[in-house]
């Protein structure tokens, strides 16, 4: 789903945009991204052109939309936006980081990072790293401003980064071990607009060895 789609409260749009998404994940199964066209996903979803356009601008966006929503899907097993911690969360977001990257390469998931698409998935799935830290922050009472929301652009894409440098690594850790070396990367860029209480605890954890 594009980010905002996350948020859409009406059950006849979400439901639409499911019925979209559902319907360029059946047909990447047969053929590959560049065969399929708008009206090939609008027949498949039972919907015609129009309607297609109310909710995405191209069949790009509706790509976008669904890496986004099954990386969001991940995010909300871990209730990660439920959770006011920024290291806890933190470590929550990374870890479903380097689970997407496995579920990807699976083939769970309508893009398996093809290099024609790998720019897409990669901003796709920075878009909702940045999201769910934006939200952590208004949560822990952090200012909105163009300092917080610098320092969640670096972060997300810091954290994707990682992931996608461990995932693709030949002799790579097992996920359990990466994600606390991610985060001793990634927490003083998090702990450089956080709270002055959030900072002060922060501060207290002991250094990640290598």
């Known amino acids: 789903?594009?980010?905002?789609?996350?948020?859409?409260?009406?059950?006849?749009?979400?439901?639409?945009?499911?019925?979209?998404?559902?319907?360029?994940?059946?047909?990447?199964?047969?053929?590959?991204?560049?065969?399929?066209?708008v009206q090939d996903i609008a027949e498949a979803a039972t919907v015609n052109r129009a309607t297609f356009y109310d909710h995405y601008t191209d069949k790009f966006g509706l790509l976008a939309?669904?890496?986004?929503?099954?990386?969001?899907?991940?995010?909300?097993?871990?209730?990660?936006?439920?959770?006011?911690?920024?290291?806890?969360?933190?470590?929550?977001i990374i870890l479903a980081a380097c689970d997407y990257q496995i579920l990807m390469h699976q083939g769970k998931e309508a893009c398996k990072g093809e290099?024609?698409?790998?720019?897409?998935?990669?901003?796709?799935?920075?878009?909702?790293?940045?999201?769910?830290?934006?939200?952590?922050?208004?949560?822990?009472?952090?200012?909105?401003s163009a300092q917080s929301e610098m320092v969640s652009a670096a972060a997300s894409s810091a954290i994707h980064a990682a992931a996608k440098e461990w995932f693709n690594s030949p002799n790579r850790l097992p996920v359990q071990e990466i994600v606390p070396k991610i985060l001793a990367l990634v927490l003083p860029m998090?702990?450089?607009?956080?709270?002055?209480?959030?900072?002060?605890e922060s501060a207290s954890l002991e250094p990640i060895a290598n």
């Open 190 to 200: 998090l702990q450089f607009s956080a709270t002055p209480e959030d900072a002060a």
């Open 1 to 37: 789903m594009p980010i905002s789609d996350c948020e859409v409260r009406d059950p006849r749009i979400r439901r639409t945009r499911q019925l979209l998404q559902g319907a360029l994940r059946d047909l990447m199964h047969t053929r590959s991204f560049e065969e399929i066209s």
């Open 115 to 144: 290099s024609p698409f790998e720019p897409l998935v990669d901003s796709a799935i920075t878009g909702a790293i940045r999201q769910v830290l934006s939200r952590n922050k208004q949560n822990l009472g952090v200012v909105h």
């Open 65 to 92: 939309a669904l890496i986004a929503g099954g990386f969001h899907g991940l995010l909300r097993e871990r209730n990660v936006e439920h959770n006011p911690d920024s290291p806890a969360a933190a470590s929550a």
